[in-house]
Every structure is written in structure tokens, then in C-alpha cells.
């Protein structure tokens, strides 16, 4: 089962840019092309949230005809800069896409690996909340096949990155995941948007892994008084491999054409 997982594209309406500076339409355009010419081809896209910047009709639409030109399956949660019912609406042909409240789903019939996706964004806030609610949500969905391979997905991380100008929105309350997953050892990674970089650590017992966006990186400040920034890093994206004797193997998959192939040796 090989999955491929986008995130936070900041879609915006046709010819406007992202922050009135960055392509970001041109640029999951470049990364729904590679996706594309990747062998072997992934059964399932996952896309971690900020489908689009501003949560508007226009971007949906055009988020909508953007994903049409993906011909896997795609399962996808929404970010602090997604809109609830707009998102509902681009994704609401698809059977995993709730009809009220938070937008969780669990997937278990596109191969040996369960994907849930767990909403904790709060309406008209930029940070997360695992609050009682996806608490018990995340624990029933569990204990219902405990000893499935299972991924978690997640928008805003809920841990605090050492970037202080993003640990602002983070998940809050996050432990409480860590303590949940934990008691699972079934769950193979929890896969998180939000940050625009790629990271990876121990949490919870499992592995968390945090994805690339397909459009600027935030800065790698780690100083406590660093001041927001963003930059314009080779894009990515990351590609999780289930292999039944090894488990979830990550990759790191920039987005681009490079020179090669090269000779091996
Ligand atoms: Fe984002």
C-alpha cells in the first residue's frame, strides 16, 4: 500500500496569489504532476489540511477542479485557514466527508493500513483543541480495531516544534493524544500539516511526522525570540510505503525535475 500525502496548498482563486506574493495554484499544480509521474502509482492521497488560504467559494472551486486531476482516492482534513461547510461542499461527493461538525473520518477498505482523519481545528481560531469530544471520538475509533495498522492525521501538530511563532497555533491540549495513542501500538505515525516543514520525533509511543507544504516553508527559527517568516524551499511531499514484515516506511519527496539518472556507482 503505498500512500502519497500532500499538504497545506493554500489554494486561492484563479490568477491571485498567496499572500499576494507566492503562486501556490501554480505550485500544487507542479505537485499534482509529479504525484502523477511517480512509479509505482500511490493507491491513496491524504492532503493535511489548508486546502485553501482564505476558506472562500472561489477557492473552492478551484480547489475542486485542482483535485479532479487527481485520479486516486483523496482523503483530506481541514486547517485553521479552511472553512467548515466550503470544505464540505468541494468534498462532498466523497462517502468519508461527515455532514455536520467536525470533519473526523475513519478509513479502512483502501488496503491494510486504517487511515483517521482528526479534525481538532476550532472555527474562526488558527490554533487546535483536542477537546473531550475528539477525544472520546480518537479512543472509539481505536478500540474498534486495536490491533489494525492504523495512521492518524491531523492538521495543527500537538506538540511545540521549538519554532515559537507557530507553537502559538498549535494543537492544544495535545498530551492527551500522546496518552491516548499510547495504549495503541497498532498506530503506525501521526501525520500532521500546519508547520510547512518536514519534521519527525517520538510521541505517544508512535512515530509523528510532519509534512512539507506544496507551497512556502516557514522559517527554521529556532531562536525564543525569532520573528515569522516564511521562504520559498523546494516543495514536497511524502510518501508512506506499508510493507507487511517492515511496517510504514516515510519518504521525503521533493517536488521538481533534477538532473539524472545519474550512474549508481
Ligand atoms: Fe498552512
Known amino acids: 500500500m503505498l500512500i502519497a500525502h500532500l499538504s497545506d ?23 499534482v504532476r509529479h504525484l502523477a509521474s511517480l512509479e509505482p502509482q500511490p493507491d491513496l492521497v491524504l492532503l493535511s489540511g489548508d486546502i485553501v488560504d482564505k476558506g472562500t467559494e472561489a477557492e473552492y472551486a478551484l480547489a475542486a477542479e485542482m483535485l479532479a486531476l487527481i485520479p ?40 491494510p493500513v486504517r487511515i483517521l482523519g482528526l479534525d481538532i481545528t476550532v472555527p474562526g ?10 477525544c472520546r471520538w480518537l479512543e472509539e475509533r481505536l478500540a474498534e480495531e486495536p ?15 521549538g519554532i515559537p ?8 491540549q495535545g498530551a492527551r493524544i500522546a496518552r491516548i495513542v499510547a495504549r495503541y501500538p497498532a498506530v503506525e505515525r501521526i ?12 510521541f505517544g509511543g508512535t512515530m509523528l511526522v510532519t509534512a512539507p507544504s506544496t507551497t512556502t516553508a516557514i522559517a527554521l527559527r529556532l531562536q525564543d525570540n525569532a520573528k515569522p517568516a516564511s521562504f520559498i524551499e523546494p516543495p514536497a511531499m511524502l510518501l508512506h510505503q506499508w510493507r507487511p514484515q517492515r511496517g510504514l516506511i516515510t519518504h521525503l519527496v521533493p517536488i521538481g525535475s533534477f538532473q539524472g539518472p545519474l550512474p549508481f556507482f
Request: glycine letters at 8%.
Open 72 to 111: 486516486q482516492p483523496v482523503l483530506a482534513i481541514p486547517g485553521n485557514h479552511d472553512e467548515r461547510e466550503g470544505f464540505r461542499a468541494c468534498f462532498g461527493r466523497n462517502s468519508f466527508v461527515a455532514s455536520a461538525g467536525p470533519l473526523h473520518f475513519a478509513v479502512g477498505d483502501q488496503g
Open 9 to 31: 496548498p493554500h489554494l486561492r482563486p484563479r490568477g491571485e496569489l498567496y499572500q499576494n506574493l507566492v503562486d501556490s495554484n501554480a505550485m500544487f499544480l507542479a505537485a
Open 165 to 172: 511563532f507557530i507553537d502559538a497555533y498549535c494543537c492544544r
Open 125 to 134: 481560531a488558527h490554533h487546535g483543541d483536542m477537546d473531550d469530544a475528539a
Open 147 to 161: 490491533a489494525r495498522p492504523t495512521i492518524i492525521m491531523m492538521h495543527q501538530p500537538p506538540f511545540d516544534s
Open 191 to 202: 501525520l500532521c500539516g500546519h508547520i510547512h516543514r518536514f519534521m519527525q520525533l517520538r
